[in-house]
């Protein structure tokens, strides 16, 4: 009964008062029920998603016994608290940090009590990236202009030619598109009900009604498979224009795709799939700048793409999704790394689709190295300067 | 609750009784997943395996129906498994047929419908077989989960806290004994925090070197210790290299057995080649294993 003891040192040091607060830790509390509910507040006030129901079951635990014995008190907390690997490593600290605080040491730190490891309020990002510092300016002028003509125009323009005030406005329109985009690919999953299967279950008791014919036959089509699609975003100096539109449709092809995995790169790849998940896009983007601490600099291709192999490889292409790579393909890496990279992973891919924003230009051909070692593995190679491009993405897709 | 309290259980109060059974089952656990698996007994509550292919995940279940001395009910999950093959499903030639010997009586149409949406006519798939037990509750493996649909999930959430199932024709069944839930899962997609907040979690690893040859002496009984130790010490080796396929602990069991099985008492140049495909599933990870072992000797 190791972790009873600060209980008892409490009532010989006669430091009686209780903090109420959030914090509060073994020592503090006065019965082992009450420190077992301190510690599940504990825990949530360090991120882990624990509700009542886990301090109950806490409870429980230390009733069926489990109490007598410090490690098996251990584990059994554990494995009602945590939800994931991640989590089980935390815990461990915690529950260090919780028992065994002695209150002598902590009269200094008291205020500086923090683990590693846990979900940290996010701090507010300076973003001063993906072309889009000052905004405020130009707003109001903004919305004046519009119309059937210059939204055709807009649509047509390259990115990284838009002035300030075109920015906003292409981001309203971009924004009405891609969701008639989602919904559009969504609706041509749904269509021909009238092929597939005849269900038997309804068409029989259908048939009661008429003496058992079957006259009206009801079908059931197959249901639509939902596509997996993972995403490798550039995000480079070189993409800097591009990628807040790119990233924005990637949000949109969430709503779509129900699994999509997306990743941004740039020297090293960095996994936003949850992150995406979150409905504000400003919030996003500063999340995403915040774990990268790496944008807008150099690209790497190779070797993240090696790195996607490598980490997520196993676990993401199974089932042979469809992956999509938005880059420019200037590399700064070793092409032939990159070529190699492509082919493991069009070998595990139903399709690799690359869009390329420069291909929008006069001209271009895709002769940088980077470009060229990957090209021969990718299965279709598209624009994606502007607008109208991206939206091109719809029957790219609809036909995979 | 009206669900009655299981009975075997009784007889478990600690986790080193846990320990000890499951060894005579030839499982080994630590006193962390036994402290898990007493509280799956005990809060009868789901539990959530999570980790690498085959390091005993889906075999715990197994054991533990043998521990129990109870049914193992199993369901394996793939993309697009439906209601249909998991829960319940009418058999509609039977069916059928039932409505064409009605043709010649007298039955009012109710009475027909009744008579074939009653049990008789009922496919009962892994789901429903778990709450319909009648002697005892039964072990409930959902295997790989993580292959299964959002919507699936979503369904099983419903089932894995209230344990009944409605059937429009029939009526709602409820679970009489509470299965045992053991649900896995590979990590190949996140699972909705809804379902993993109604189970218990534990994550298991790849063994030490230590626990590995208790594992493998416990699965291969006759296993001369050198070649045990051989064995284990090259899987352990390979998991430290970049592998497309990592072996698990069954792939280690499998090489020790192919290895007894071929007459061989050490792991050297020609065993080595000849079993290296029981333990390695890829042609690349059968070259680079090779070069290593001859540069290495």
């Given at each position: 009964m190791n972790f009873l003891k600060p209980v008892n040192a409490i009532k010989q040091t006669g430091i009686l008062r209780i903090n109420q607060s959030m914090k509060q830790q073994a020592f503090q509390t006065k019965s082992i029920s009450e420190s077992i509910v301190a510690f599940s507040q504990f825990a949530r006030s360090h991120g882990f998603n624990v509700g009542i129901q886990e301090t109950q079951e806490g409870l429980c635990c230390a009733k069926e016994g489990l109490l007598t014995n410090r490690e098996s008190f251990k584990y059994s907390l554990k494995a009602i608290f945590c939800k994931s690997p991640e989590e089980r490593l935390v815990f461990e600290k915690l529950f260090l940090l919780f028992w065994d605080t002695n209150p002598a040491d902590l009269?200094?730190?008291?205020?500086?009590?923090?683990?590693?490891?846990?979900?940290?309020?996010?701090?507010?990002?300076?973003?001063?990236?993906?072309?889009?510092?000052?905004?405020?300016?130009?707003?109001?002028?903004?919305?004046?202009?519009?119309?059937?003509?210059?939204?055709?125009?807009?649509?047509?323009?390259?990115?990284?030619k838009l002035s300030q005030m075109d920015t906003e406005l292409l981001e309203e329109i971009a924004q009405k598109m891609f969701k008639q985009l989602a919904l559009r690919l969504n609706r041509r999953m749904k269509e021909c009900r009238r092929k597939g299967q005849i269900s038997l279950?309804?068409?029989i008791r259908r048939s009661i009604g008429y003496g058992g014919e079957?006259?009206?036959?009801?079908?059931r089509s197959q249901k639509p498979k939902k596509q997996r699609l993972v995403v490798l975003l550039?995000?480079?100096?070189?993409?800097?224009?591009?990628?807040y539109f790119l990233l924005r449709f990637i949000c949109a092809l969430r709503e779509n795709f129900r699994q999509l995995e997306a990743f941004v790169f740039s020297t090293s790849l960095i996994r936003i799939s949850k992150t995406i998940r979150k409905s504000r896009l400003d919030y996003v983007l500063n999340?995403?700048?915040?774990?990268?601490?790496?944008?807008?600099?150099?690209?790497r291709i190779g070797e993240c793409i090696h790195e996607f192999n490598e980490k997520y490889g196993k676990l993401l292409l199974n089932g042979s999704p469809i992956v999509l790579v938005l880059s420019d393909g200037l590399d700064t890496g070793d092409p032939a790394l990159l070529g190699k990279e492509m082919i493991k992973l069009q070998r595990r891919a139903r399709k690799i689709i690359w869009l390329n924003p420069l291909k929008g230009m006069k001209g271009y051909t895709p002769t940088a190295g980077g470009m060229k070692a990957a090209l021969p593995s990718v299965d279709s190679f598209h624009n994606a300067h502007n607008l109208e491009s991206l939206l091109e993405l719809e029957n790219i897709l609809a036909d995979a | 609750m009206e669900v009655k309290k299981r009975n075997p259980v009784q007889k478990i109060n600690s986790t080193t009784q846990i320990i000890e059974a499951l060894e005579k089952y030839h499982y080994v656990a630590d006193e962390e997943f036994a402290t898990t698996l007493f509280l799956l007994l005990k809060l009868q509550k789901p539990l959530l395996l999570e980790g690498p292919p085959g390091v005993g995940k889906t075999e715990i279940a197994l054991v533990l129906s043998q521990l129990l001395n109870t049914k193992l009910i199993r369901l394996q999950c793939y993309e697009g498994l439906d209601i249909n093959s998991a829960v319940y499903e009418w058999n509609y030639q039977k069916q059928l047929l039932g409505i064409k010997l009605q043709e010649d009586t007298n039955l009012s149409v109710e009475e027909k419908e009744h008579h074939i949406f009653s049990n008789e006519y009922l496919l009962r798939r892994p789901l429903l077989q778990s709450i319909m037990e009648e002697e005892k509750a039964p072990?409930?493996?959902?295997?790989?989960?993580?292959?299964?649909?959002?919507?699936?999930?979503?369904?099983?959430?419903?089932?894995?806290?209230?344990?009944?199932?409605?059937?429009?024709?029939?009526?709602?069944?409820?679970?009489?004994?509470?299965?045992?839930?053991?649900?896995?899962?590979?990590r190949t997609r996140e699972l909705s925090d809804a379902l993993k907040r109604r189970c218990l979690y534990h994550w298991i690893g790849y063994p030490s070197l230590e626990k590995e040859m208790l594992i493998v002496k416990k699965r291969v009984p006759g296993i001369e210790q050198h070649l045990l130790q051989q064995v284990v010490a090259h899987v352990q080796a390979f998991r430290q290299q970049k592998l497309a396929k990592t072996p698990g602990v069954s792939e280690t069991i499998d090489w020790a057995e192919s290895l007894i099985a071929l007459g061989h008492r050490e792991v050297n140049a020609k065993s080595f080649e000849q079993t290296l495909g029981s333990v390695l599933k890829s042609i690349e990870d059968i070259n680079q294993a090779k070069v290593e072992f001859f540069e290495t000797g």
């Open positions: 009269k200094e730190t008291k205020s500086k009590i923090s683990v590693q490891g846990t979900l940290n309020k996010r701090k507010v990002a300076s973003l001063v990236m993906l072309g889009r510092g000052k905004t405020e300016i130009t707003k109001e002028e903004g919305k004046n202009v519009s119309g059937a003509n210059e939204t055709e125009r807009l649509k047509r323009t390259d990115f990284s279950r309804r068409t079957p006259i009206d036959l009801f079908r550039d995000v480079s100096g070189s993409m800097d224009k591009y990628s999340i995403i700048s915040e774990q990268a601490d790496n944008w807008s600099s150099g690209t | 072990v409930l493996l959902i295997d790989e989960l993580d292959r299964s649909d959002e919507e699936f999930e979503a369904f099983l959430l419903e089932l894995l806290s209230v344990f009944q199932i409605s059937i429009p024709e029939l009526g709602t069944i409820r679970a009489k004994y509470k299965p045992y839930v053991i649900l896995t899962s590979n």
